[in-house]
C-alpha cells in the first residue's frame, strides 16, 4: 500500500482537469470587448515622445464635450502646455511662461466613451506595466492595454506606421473628477 502523502499527491493529479481544458473552454469563449471609459475621470500619464518624457493630467468630460491635458516636459522650464479639445473639433494649445495660444480644427472631436469598440482587433492577454492586460489594436494606429481585472486604461501606444509615435502609461485613474476650467486655466477668454 503506498504512503498516504504519495496516494493524496495522486488523488490531487488525477482529480485536477487536465491543463488543456481551460485553454479549450476559452477558446470557444468569445473575445472580450473594451470597457468603454466612464463620462467623467482624472488621469495621470507617464508619456513617452521618442525618448522625450512627459507628465500628463488628462480630464475627460463627456458630457461637458471637453478634454484636457495639463503637459509637463521633463526639465522644460516653460512648462506647463495645455491642450484643450471640443467636441466641435477645435483644439486650443496654450503655454503660460510664453504667452502663447494657438488653435486648430483638428476635424474630429473628443474620444467617445465607445471609441475603442466599434472596429477594434482583440490581440489576447499580456503584460504591461505590471498589469495583465487585455489588449486590442484599431485601425493600425493605436494599441490599447485594459487591466484585465479592473476594465481601467493601463497603457495606449500611438503610431505612424510602423514607428511608435507616443506611449502613455496610466499612472492613476480617478472616476467622477470634473475640472473647474475657469478655478484651473485662470485663462476663460483663451479657452472659451
Not at 130 to 144: E, P, R, S
Not at 168 to 184: A, E, G, K, Q, R
Request: overall charge negative.
Amino acid at each position: 500500500m503506498p504512503p498516504l502523502p504519495l496516494l493524496a499527491v495522486l488523488l490531487l493529479c488525477l482529480l485536477s482537469p487536465h491543463p488543456n481544458a481551460a485553454a479549450t473552454a476559452a477558446a470557444g469563449s468569445p473575445d472580450p470587448t473594451p470597457t468603454p471609459w466612464p463620462h467623467q475621470f482624472h488621469a495621470t500619464l507617464l508619456m513617452d515622445y521618442h525618448g522625450n518624457l512627459s507628465l500628463a493630467d488628462l480630464w475627460y468630460d463627456w458630457p461637458g464635450g471637453r478634454n484636457l491635458h495639463v503637459i509637463r516636459y521633463q526639465l522644460a522650464a516653460d512648462a506647463p502646455y495645455y491642450d484643450a479639445e471640443w467636441n466641435n473639433g477645435t483644439s486650443f494649445f496654450y503655454t503660460p511662461a510664453r504667452r502663447q495660444c494657438r488653435s486648430a480644427a483638428v476635424g474630429v472631436g473628443i474620444l467617445r466613451p465607445d471609441w475603442l469598440a466599434p472596429g477594434a482587433a482583440y490581440l489576447g492577454r499580456a503584460p504591461a506595466d505590471g498589469f495583465d492586460c487585455h489588449v486590442w489594436t484599431k485601425a493600425d494606429f493605436i494599441t490599447y492595454y485594459e487591466d484585465a481585472s479592473t476594465g481601467r486604461p493601463v497603457k495606449w501606444v500611438f503610431y505612424t506606421g510602423n514607428y511608435r509615435l507616443v506611449n502613455h502609461s496610466t499612472l492613476t485613474f480617478l472616476l467622477l473628477l470634473v475640472l473647474i476650467y475657469d478655478l484651473i486655466l485662470g485663462a476663460q477668454s483663451v479657452f472659451f
